[in-house]
C-alpha cells in the first residue's frame, strides 16, 4: 500500500474519529427535541432560519458535552467492551485533543444559540453542559440515583428551542420537559439492562448493577412509563395541540407501556432490546404527532 494510502486512511481514521466523540446517535435526539419545543413555542409564522440556528448550536453544545463525556470517562471505557473501541480507549485520539474539540464545539454552541436564540436558550445550553459533566458523570460510580440526576439535563433540550421561539418559559415548555424527562427511564433502564455486566466491570453503579435481578428496574421502567401516559396528554390539556394529539398520544404510550410490560415479565436481554428499540420509536411518533396537531396561536 502506498505511503499515500496509508495517510488518507489515517486521516479518515481521525475524522471518523471525532465524528464518533459526539455520539451521534444522543445528538440527533437533542436535534429533534429542540426542534419540536422551538416549534410547539413558536407563535404565528416560524421562523425557520431562527430555528435552525437554534437546533444548530443546541447540537453543538450537545456534540461538546459528549466529546468531554469521552474525556473524563476514557479510563472507564476501556473496562467495558460496547465502549473499549472508543477513540480514546483505543489511542486513535489523545485526551487533550478530545478535551479541546469538546471545548470548542460547547463554546461555539453556546455562542451561537446566544446570538440566534436569545440569553435564556443559551444559558439553559450551558447549564446543561455543565450539569451532566459535573453532576450526572462522577455521581454515575457513586450512586443509582445518577440516573434520575442525569434525567433533568437530559430534558432540556425542547425547552431550550421553546426558550429560542418565545424569550422565556411557561407551562408548555415544562409539560415538554416532563415528558421527556420520565421517558428517559424506560430507555436508559433498558440499555442498562442489557449491559449491566459491563458497567459493573466499569464501576458504575446504574441501577440494574445493584438490582441483579431485575425487580427493582423493572418496577421503575414500568412506573415512569404508567407516569408518561398521563404526563404525555399535558399538550392536549394546556390547549396547545387538540384531539387528534390526545388519543394518539393515548395510544402510543400505552403501546410502550405494553412493551414495557412484556420486557419485565421475562427481563431477557433480548426483550430489553425490544423495549429499547420502542423507546426510540415512541419519542418522535409523540412529538411528531404534537407537532402535526398544533392549534395555531
Known amino acids: 500500500m502506498s505511503t499515500a494510502r496509508v495517510t488518507e486512511l489515517a486521516a479518515m481514521s481521525r475524522a471518523n474519529a471525532y465524528i464518533s466523540l459526539t455520539k451521534p446517535d444522543v445528538s440527533f435526539l437533542v436535534l429533534?427535541?429542540?426542534?419540536?419545543?422551538?416549534?410547539?413555542?413558536?407563535?404565528?409564522?416560524?421562523?425557520?432560519?431562527?430555528?435552525?440556528?437554534?437546533?444548530?448550536?443546541?447540537?453543538?453544545?450537545?456534540?461538546?458535552?459528549?466529546?468531554?463525556?469521552?474525556?473524563?470517562?476514557?479510563?472507564?471505557?476501556?473496562?467495558?467492551?460496547?465502549?473499549?473501541?472508543?477513540?480514546?480507549?483505543?489511542?486513535?485520539?489523545?485526551?487533550?485533543?478530545?478535551?479541546?474539540?469538546?471545548?470548542?464545539?460547547?463554546?461555539?454552541?453556546?455562542?451561537?444559540?446566544?446570538?440566534?436564540?436569545?440569553?435564556?436558550?443559551?444559558?439553559?445550553g450551558i447549564v446543561t453542559c455543565l450539569s451532566y459533566l459535573l453532576a450526572y458523570t462522577p455521581l454515575k460510580k457513586r450512586t443509582v440515583w445518577a440516573t434520575f440526576v442525569g434525567a433533568f439535563p437530559g430534558a432540556v433540550p425542547p425547552m431550550i428551542g421553546w426558550a429560542a421561539a418565545t424569550g422565556s418559559l411557561d407551562r408548555g415548555a415544562w409539560a415538554l420537559f416532563a415528558i421527556l424527562f420520565l421517558w428517559q427511564f424506560p430507555h436508559f433502564h433498558a440499555i442498562a439492562w442489557m449491559y449491566r455486566d459491563d458497567y459493573s466491570r466499569a464501576g458504575i453503579l446504574?441501577?440494574?448493577?445493584?438490582?441483579?435481578?431485575?425487580?427493582?428496574?423493572?418496577?421503575?421502567?414500568?412506573?415512569?412509563?404508567?407516569?408518561?401516559?398521563?404526563?404525555?396528554?399535558?399538550?392536549?390539556?394546556l390547549g396547545l395541540t387538540g384531539v387528534l394529539y390526545f388519543f394518539g398520544a393515548l395510544v402510543i404510550s400505552t403501546a410502550l407501556l405494553q412493551v414495557c410490560l412484556w420486557a419485565a415479565s421475562s427481563k431477557s436481554n433480548v426483550r430489553a432490546k425490544w423495549l429499547m428499540h420502542a423507546t426510540v420509536l415512541h419519542i418522535p411518533l409523540l412529538l411528531g404527532l404534537m407537532m402535526y396537531d398544533k392549534v395555531a396561536r
Not at 489523545?94 to 470548542?104: D, T
Open 32 to 124: 429533534i427535541t429542540t426542534a419540536a419545543g422551538y416549534y410547539m413555542g413558536a407563535r404565528g409564522p416560524v421562523d425557520w432560519l431562527r430555528l435552525a440556528h437554534t437546533v444548530f448550536g443546541t447540537m453543538l453544545i450537545a456534540a461538546g458535552t459528549a466529546a468531554l463525556n469521552h474525556y473524563i470517562e476514557r479510563d472507564s471505557d476501556r473496562y467495558m467492551r460496547r465502549t473499549a473501541g472508543r477513540p480514546l480507549p483505543s489511542g486513535v485520539l489523545k485526551p487533550n485533543e478530545a478535551l479541546l474539540f469538546g471545548v470548542g464545539l460547547a463554546i461555539a454552541g453556546a455562542v451561537d444559540l446566544w446570538v440566534a436564540g436569545g440569553a435564556l436558550a443559551s444559558i439553559l
Open 206 to 237: 446504574m441501577l440494574p448493577v445493584v438490582d441483579r435481578d431485575g425487580t427493582r428496574t423493572f418496577r421503575q421502567i414500568i412506573l415512569t412509563a404508567i407516569g408518561l401516559i398521563g404526563i404525555g396528554l399535558l399538550p392536549s390539556l
